[in-house]
Nanobody
Framework: QVQLVESGGGLVQAGGSLRLSCAVS????????MGWFRQAPGKEREFVAA????????DYTNSVKGRFTLSRDNAKNAVFLQMDSLMPEDTAVYYC????????????????WGQGTQVTVSS
């Protein structure tokens, strides 16, 4: 089993920054890719970013490219999502997810999920 705990969410003004963290525990050696997803009020959960096992490959949804940066520290069993130039449309609950096999933007590829952390961007 793998446990994921997100932190770092909060309220920020448009143009500001936040850094989300995801602490990974349990059978961490089994994890391949890590990802972040978000769900805004009244909308379905959507892909934000993903990172490969060794951190050398990342993928981002178009709306966050150039503003968000995903990284991971396998020695510390943690994943970080640096969010800059935040916009009100980034307001959502952000979820960390872990995949045992492949990586990508499809939610079905992820086996473990955190409880989420709220990010609110005011205009």
């Amino acid at each position: 089993q793998v446990q994921l705990v997100e932190s770092g969410g909060g309220l920020v003004q448009a143009g500001g920054s936040l850094r989300l963290s995801c602490a990974v525990s349990g059978r961490t050696i089994s994890i391949n890719a890590m990802g972040w997803f978000r769900q805004a009020p009244g909308k379905e959960r959507e892909f934000v970013a993903a990172i490969s096992r060794n951190g050398d490959t990342t993928d981002y949804t178009n709306s966050v490219k150039g503003r968000f940066t995903l990284s991971r520290d396998n020695a510390k069993n943690a994943v970080f999502l640096q969010m800059d130039s935040l916009m009100p449309e980034d307001t959502a609950v952000y979820y960390c997810a872990a995949s045992l096999w492949t990586w990508g933007s499809r939610q079905s590829r992820y086996h473990y999920w955190g409880q989420g952390t709220q990010v609110t961007v005011s205009s």
